[in-house]
């Protein structure tokens, strides 16, 4: 920190002398440069300073102390907004409204006595302005100031009803990244797929498998990559997620919910979960912690914890819903408090490190506490006792395949290559072959033997011949079958079709199945109902869950 002569550097004769009362000192020089040394030598007496301190009120020795205990400096956004603003004045206003003998706040206490001063210094990545003790007076505080013995720990325990439904940490995003991999490697809809209580959103899916380099830049399978993360263990899968999030610029605030973001000023999200860790490693490791007094205690104790230079105004934020910019410390809990929440609740409870409570079900989490994988997690280690991938897969007569949750997830990546995904249970995924996942596939360049070899080797025997019969039958002659909708036409009297054939309606009518009924093409439904009206019928649609049919009736 500067000295005591570098501190009052840039200060008028008026307001040093000013502190030379307040200290009780009488200067005997006149010029600048020589008051400046003579006062610095004077405040350089450590049972002076020390009678001064213990005449402060609570408040100044509350700050002094703060300071002292934070290595003598701390960022001066946050010691002004804790401490009071100083009133900027020059020398004519201070000589008569006498700020030295009338304070309106600690920080003008300290000031105007000399006991604290402001300055740049290049701590962080750019210069970050501070108030800070001078270094003579700085250890002078160290012989009355205990050190403090242990870092404060932030919050509280959570209470009984903060923690009445209890949500374990789960590894089940190796599912749904299984999932969507699929999914983006065969062309199937996000839309379409059925997600079994999907908590995790598509778009933090889609990030992370960019991070994790699962994905290129334009959203492209990394094949090498892909095979790697499928074929490790549970274990190593969720490490490789857990490091591609925590070592990454992933901007977590960016994710919050109904804000929208503009303008080109940056955030450091990495240094920010740096921070939220340090803070969350202060806390017992087994004990439910609440999260609003985690939240709170932040708040008071470390505000700025996203924002090093204090900066509450150049940060373009605001809601879905207005074109007003959210400025200013009063939206904190808007902002830096939900992005706290939103890390806490969402990728460190998504990624297994945090195990969650709520008052009741479908609240709003109100607790957390590190889950069973935390340790080694953190530490970056593969954690233990997460399930093995062993079961197999059932083929069904139907083309359905059975994967239980505990197939290997290389195993459903490859059999979904092959087919659809239908639907996901409490315990499996349901896919089924169809003709255009299996050209969807031979177009991707697989092989159907490729497929045929993946059943023999890995399907619950018995495998149903008609399974393999159906492929080897595709693989031949293609689609042997096919369904087509159309319309039965049905009507009292032989004459009306007859009539109909030799009318504008020939081209739309389908296969005659007798003297009373005729297909029809379904588009041409309306067309038809039409024409038959010029020959002088009416017809009605009738529908039922199997048949839909056109019902002419007599003139």
């Not at 591609?244 to 080109?264: C, K, R, V």
């Not at 093995?388 to 069904?396: G, I, Q, R, S």
Request: aromatic share 8%; hydrophobic share 40%.
């Amino acid at each position: 920190m500067p000295d005591i002569s570098q501190s009052l550097q840039g200060k008028d004769l008026q307001f040093l002398n000013s502190i030379a009362v307040t200290w009780g000192m009488e200067l005997q020089t006149h010029d600048l440069r020589s008051t400046i040394q003579e006062l610095s030598s004077l405040m350089n007496q450590k049972a002076q300073f020390l009678d001064l301190v213990d005449a402060l009120d609570d408040a100044s020795k509350s700050a002094l102390k703060e300071l002292h205990n934070a290595n003598g400096k701390i960022p001066w956004t946050l010691f002004i907004r804790k401490y009071g603003e100083i009133r900027t004045m020059g020398a004519a206003r201070r000589e008569r409204e006498r700020p030295d003998l009338h304070p309106i706040n600690a920080a003008e206490v300290l000031w105007y006595n000399g006991m604290i001063g402001r300055a740049f210094f290049n701590i962080q990545k750019e210069p970050l302005e501070y108030a800070y003790i001078p270094d003579e007076l700085n250890q002078f505080l160290s012989t009355t100031i205990e050190p403090e013995s242990e870092k404060k720990i932030p919050g509280r325990p959570a209470t009984t009803l903060e923690k009445q439904y209890l949500i374990p940490a789960m590894d089940s995003i190796l599912d749904h990244m299984t999932t969507y991999l699929t999914a983006i490697r065969t062309g199937q809809a996000m839309e379409t797929l059925s997600w079994l209580n999907q908590t995790i959103p598509i778009s933090f899916l889609q990030q992370l498998a960019a991070l994790a380099n699962l994905l290129n830049k334009d959203g492209i399978i990394q094949p090498n990559q892909v095979r790697q993360f499928m074929e490790a263990s549970r274990a190593e899968a969720l490490l490789m997620l857990v490091n591609a999030w925590m070592t990454s610029e992933f901007n977590d605030l960016h994710q919050l919910p109904g804000l929208i973001f503009e303008g080109h000023w940056k955030n450091d999200p990495l240094e920010t979960r740096r921070f939220l860790l340090s803070e969350l490693q202060k806390l017992p490791t087994k004990t439910w912690w609440s999260l609003p007094a985690l939240v709170e205690s932040i708040r008071s104790q470390t505000p700025d914890f996203q924002r090093p230079d204090g900066d509450y105004d150049s940060w373009y934020i605001r809601r879905q819903n207005s074109e007003a910019f959210l400025r200013g410390i009063r939206y904190w809990d808007e902002i830096d408090g939900a992005l706290i929440r939103w890390i806490l609740t969402g990728p460190m409870h998504w990624l297994g490190m945090l195990d969650l409570a709520m008052p009741e079900e479908n609240s709003r989490p109100s607790a957390f506490r590190f889950s069973i994988w935390a340790e080694e997690l953190l530490s970056n280690q593969p954690p233990a006792n997460l399930p093995k991938e062993t079961e197999n897969v059932k083929f069904l007569q139907d083309g359905s395949i059975r994967v239980p949750h505990s197939t290997s997830r290389a195993l459903r990546y490859q059999i979904a290559r092959f087919s659809h995904l239908e639907k996901e249970d409490s315990r499996l995924y349901v896919y089924r072959i169809l003709p255009e996942s299996l050209a969807a596939a031979v177009k991707a360049g697989l092989k159907i033997e490729q497929f045929i070899n993946l059943i023999q080797r890995c399907g619950d025997k018995p495998i149903p011949p008609s399974v393999l019969t159906s492929l080897e039958n595709w693989k031949t002659h293609g689609v042997q079958t096919a369904f087509s909708a159309v319309i039965l036409l049905t009507v009292q009297d032989a004459e009306i079709i007859d009539k109909l054939i030799n009318s504008r309606a020939k081209k739309y009518l389908g296969e005659r199945l007798n003297p009373t009924s005729i297909l029809i093409n379904e588009k041409q439904q309306k067309l038809v109902m039409s024409i038959l009206t010029e020959l002088g019928y009416l017809s009605e649609l009738q529908t039922s869950s199997m048949v839909k049919m056109i019902k002419g009736t007599g003139r």
